[in-house]
């Protein structure tokens, strides 16, 4: 087991020189994946969920709820065998703070909210934000107090995370969002926590929008987005193997960034952000609600 987290350390520590490379290098931005259907081509996602189908009596949730949006961000890590070997300091790290990441998820949110909107009204949908859904005093204290529950994987992962970790990592939700990280792991312990969730919130789904950068100590760099849509089980419960069914499912989780090198789009000096382009990536988002509602789409056309 030792040997087996030594050699995971190594593989972190070598994507993560990677990560700090890219970032310092001119790249892409999102104006360029702005352009015609780029974005469209670089979603990639997993099969909607055959019960999908089995919704040709019922169709789309109506009203879905967004009830997070958020940035992950991992820092870079600079190692020196020469400090290690002859003194000194052999490791630094760099990273966004709590502070920084809310900033950038709120900028964020500002842009790709309405191209969410946009999109899921396309289907047939009204997305609605936690200002939209929370009416009641029992809802917003649902809403305020909801964490993911912890079951053996979750337990498994973060055991996992404390040793590949060794990189500053800090996580942010959009002004107005709960932080809900639901890219880190999805279980049926936290599908039956959503459903319940979306339940007392008087919501038909739920909606989760993850992005993802990496930052140095010169800039922050987008890496990806998640879009992640959630529902009740279109199969009833079953009298066999009750214990594998769920009351909720993911309906598709689509997520931009397949084969795109990462790319900054801020740039900062002594914790001061000197520039930002944040143009075009409403249109990242609009393409991958868009591929992610599609695959929704075929799954749900196969029962018609």
Do not use: C
Not at 61 to 75: A, H
Not at 152 to 171: E, I, W, Y
Request: hydrophobic share 40%.
């Amino acid at each position: 087991m030792k040997a087996l987290k030594t050699v995971l350390i190594l593989l972190l520590m070598g994507s993560l020189s990677v990560t700090v490379s890219l970032a310092g290098k001119k790249g892409k931005s999102f104006k360029y994946w702005a352009e015609g259907d780029k974005a469209y081509k670089k979603v990639w996602f997993g099969p909607a969920p055959d019960s999908m189908k089995r919704f040709n009596k019922v169709g789309f949730p109506k009203r879905v709820g967004l009830i997070s949006v958020y940035i992950f961000d991992t820092g870079s890590f600079e190692f020196s065998a020469m400090a290690r070997t002859y003194g000194g300091t052999y490791q630094k790290t760099f990273g966004l703070n709590k502070r920084g990441a809310n900033e950038f998820s709120s900028q964020f949110a500002k842009r790709g909210v309405p191209a969410l909107k946009k999109q899921f009204a396309e289907f047939g949908m009204e997305l609605v934000t936690p200002v939209e859904f929370l009416e009641t005093d029992e809802q917003k204290r649902a809403y305020i107090d909801f964490k993911l529950p912890e079951g053996g994987l979750q337990k498994f992962t973060k055991a996992v995370r404390k040793v590949l970790d060794k990189n500053p990592h800090a996580s942010g939700a959009a002004d107005g969002f709960k932080m809900i990280p639901v890219h880190l792991w999805t279980d049926k312990e936290i599908l039956r926590a959503l459903d319940e969730l979306r339940i007392t919130l008087g919501l038909d789904g739920l909606a989760v929008l993850s992005n993802f950068t990496s930052s140095n100590k010169k800039s922050v760099m987008f890496s990806g987005a998640a879009l992640d849509i959630y529902g009740p089980n279109p199969d009833p419960e079953p009298e066999k193997y009750a214990k594998y069914w769920t009351p909720s499912i993911l309906y598709s989780r689509g997520t931009f960034g397949k084969g795109v090198k990462g790319f900054p789009f801020a740039f900062w000096k002594k914790g001061v952000v000197q520039s930002a382009a944040y143009e075009g990536y409403e249109v990242i988002i609009n393409s991958l609600a868009k591929r992610t509602l599609d695959e929704m789409q075929k799954a749900y056309d196969k029962g018609k």
